[in-house]
Nanobody
Framework: VQLQASGGGLVQPGGSLRLSCAAS????????MGWYRQAPGKQRELVAQ???????NYADSVNGRFTISRDNAKNTVYLQMNSLKPEDRAVYYC???????????????WGQGTLVTVSS
């Protein structure tokens, strides 16, 4: 099982980006999926999370600007980021709680990280 993230890049303040993260491999089911980020010199923090039923939660700092969604048929989670600010600059990591095929328990998998830079 692996997660492949994409969609990072350079954007001006006020701009938008969409991150994607696809899970692949021998998967029985996927529970929660989400995004964390880590800015230089700071700890990794939760940005947004979505459970298998579609319920979401967001960090206060992104609430109202970012939207998380998932496509269960594609085992993919998305993060639409609008009104980006310089302080959103970070490496964004996707994660997913996945029950591998043949297993009875979920474990957390991480994507490789994608850099988002917000600068004029």
């Amino acid at each position: 099982v692996q997660l492949q993230a994409s969609g990072g890049g350079l954007v001006q303040p006020g701009g938008s980006l969409r991150l994607s993260c696809a899970a692949s491999g021998s998967i029985f089911s996927i529970q929660a999926m989400g995004w964390y980020r880590q800015a230089p010199g700071k700890q990794r923090e939760l940005v947004a999370q979505i459970n298998s039923g579609g319920s979401t939660n967001y960090a206060d700092s992104v609430n109202g600007r970012f939207t998380i969604s998932r496509d269960n048929a594609k085992n993919t989670v998305y993060l639409q980021m609008n009104s980006l600010k310089p302080e959103d600059r970070a490496v964004y990591y996707c994660h997913a709680d996945i029950v591998p095929a043949g297993s009875n328990w979920a474990r957390t998998y991480w994507g490789q990280g994608t850099l988002v830079t917000v600068s004029s």
